[in-house]
């Protein structure tokens, strides 16, 4: 049984920083790509960026360009997501999701073959 368990949510103050963490089982993790979408409260569930089987070609939605960074460690089937700048508007729960099919670009949600439970974040003034 596949799972996707991510971590390190909680509250921070608008320019603060997180490190989400996503730990995988059930899966050959480095034959997976691995991103992180994010649902704010009211919307849509949305891309926020992606990491190639290698831990190589980041991708990030226009909205988190320059302050979010994607990282993976295979050897600990876990991947990362360090959010630093933090806006109010980056509130929201963090999801983590897995697909087999390796191609640049914003993922649509239907390509998703794995999602996490999610993790919230909150951004206060």
């Known amino acids: 049984q596949v799972q996707l368990v991510e971590s390190g949510g909680g509250l921070v103050q608008a320019g603060g920083s997180l490190r989400l963490s996503c730990a995988a089982s059930?899966?050959?993790?480095?034959?997976?790509?691995m991103a992180w979408f994010r649902r704010a409260p009211g919307k849509q569930r949305e891309f926020v960026s992606s990491i190639d089987k290698s831990g190589g070609r980041p991708w990030y939605g226009d909205t988190v360009k320059g302050r979010f960074t994607i990282s993976r460690e295979n050897a600990k089937n876990t991947v990362y997501l360090q959010m630093n700048s933090l806006k109010p508007e980056a509130t929201a729960v963090y999801y983590c999701?897995?697909?087999?099919?390796?191609?640049?670009?914003?993922?649509?949600?239907?390509?998703?073959?794995?999602w996490g439970e999610g993790t919230l974040v909150t951004v206060s003034l």
């Open positions: 999701a897995a697909r087999w099919i390796d191609r640049a670009g914003n993922w649509p949600e239907w390509s998703v073959d794995y």
């Open positions: 059930g899966l050959t993790f480095s034959s997976y790509v």
